[in-house]
């Protein structure tokens, strides 16, 4: 066969071919152009992986979309610094930003009363159902074990295409499993104080953690708590009954998700106790940050009258001064709940108000706060 080499020929059976190529090829899904709802979403750390890579890849092209998401990130960063009570007072059609980052809130919030009610408020059983609640279910479960388990995310690169740390593509396990290296490696310590005498764990094949305990034949006692602490938090996890000085506690899905082997464990993190929850178990999802003075005891946070309540007592004269109150509100971001002045005076509790969404509902509030103090008070 004679190969025809002029260069005009070739060049039109090129295009021929390229056009055949073109015209028996799929056809791709039309794909809803992205709005505001989307660029607030990615800054807030709520979009689906999928939805943050298609977005993110449509702004590598699209300096509009680039300067969009700049601009949103610097007004989201002024929102989650401004008091939540003063984000409502703003007038609801001025500032759709605004709108949309009160929406996600209260998704947020909906979805702590509606899994972490009780007290304590975070067992395992109750995270996990949340974690199943659709996308924004896994959003809120993410917050919580991104605000108190693991080290800041915040400002570190994402695998994302544009590199602005928002987290994507990292799973809630995967964040837990990286920034802490969680090890079970020491056992429960037997003192005469402690009516257990045996404590083992154990993943099953499905990812379940398995806790197995032996108590003293002396031991009244007709319950088992079992509770996990990393850096400083300790959250309830689960209890189980004890029958016959046994007990059989089993945590669904906890060993897949902390990314533990199969078979027997030694447990470090985790802990029991047959007289009830550790007394920290009660504020377990409050991080407070004193500086060099002494951290205020606080009790259990609760929804009064539709605004949060947190009592504390403030026990050294130095420890008053202006205070910050915060909620995390997603896998990136606390908002700003209310600033509080503590005076000098010590002889009673100091009872901390702050508004808070009408999806909270009433009693033991679970969601993970931050109390702070920024400084002296106010003279």
């Given amino acids: 066969m004679e190969i025809d080499r002029n260069p005009e020929q070739l060049s039109r059976n090129a295009v021929e071919l390229l056009e055949s190529i073109l015209r028996s090829a799929p056809v791709p899904p039309s794909m809803p ?62 500032d759709p930003v605004r709108n949309i980052w009160l929406s996600i809130i209260d998704d947020h919030v909906h979805l702590l009363s509606k899994h972490l009610k009780g007290a304590p408020p975070t067992k395992w059983p109750s995270l996990a159902a949340m ?3 659709g996308a924004k279910g896994l959003n ?24 602005l740390g928002f987290g994507y593509r990292r799973s809630a396990s995967e964040i837990v499993s990286e920034s802490t290296r969680i090890e079970l490696e020491s056992a429960w310590t037997q003192d005469s104080a402690n009516p257990i005498m045996e404590c083992t764990g154990s993943v099953l094949a499905n990812g379940d953690l398995e806790i197995s305990a032996i108590v003293t034949p002396d031991c009244e006692a007709t319950s088992i708590f079992v509770s996990f602490s990393m850096h400083g938090r300790t959250l309830a996890l ?15 899905g906890l060993g897949a998700f902390l990314h533990i082997e199969s078979g027997p464990v030694q447990v470090g993190s985790l802990s029991a106790s047959v007289v009830g929850w550790p007394v920290q178990c009660e504020i377990g999802q409050i ?4 500086g060099p003075r ?15 309540e947190l009592v504390g ?6 420890s008053g001064g202006k205070w910050e109150l915060s909620l995390a509100v997603t896998p990136n971001s606390w908002q700003l709940l209310r600033l509080f002045d503590i005076k ?23 969601g993970a706060l931050l109390l702070k103090r920024i400084g002296p008070s106010v003279v």
């Avoid at 689960?238 to 669904?252: N, S, W």
């Fill in 131 to 133: 974690g199943g609640d």
């Fill in 344 to 366: 000098k005076e010590i002889e009673r509790p100091q009872v901390l108000t702050a508004a808070l969404p009408k999806t909270a509902m009433e009693g033991p509030f679970g």
């Fill in 238 to 252: 689960t209890d189980g009954e004890l029958v016959r000085g046994r007990a059989r506690v089993l945590l669904p």
């Fill in 33 to 94: 152009p992205i709005g505001l709802h989307e660029v607030v979403g990615y800054v807030a750390g709520v979009l689906s992986p999928n939805d943050a890579e298609r977005l993110e890849s449509e702004a590598i092209v699209d300096l509009g979309l680039r300067q969009g998401l700049v601009q949103a990130s610097a007004h989201v960063e002024r929102l989650k610094r401004t008091p939540y009570h003063e984000l409502l007072s703003a007038g609801i059609d001025e």
């Fill in 287 to 290: 991080v407070v940050e004193s």
């Fill in 294 to 308: 002494r951290a205020p005891y606080l009790a259990m946070p609760v929804v009064r009258d539709g605004a949060l």
């Fill in 140 to 163: 809120a479960f993410k917050t919580i074990w991104r605000s108190l388990f693991t080290q800041p995310i915040r400002g570190r690169a994402a695998d994302g295409l544009l590199k």
């Fill in 313 to 318: 007592y403030f026990e050294e004269t130095h």
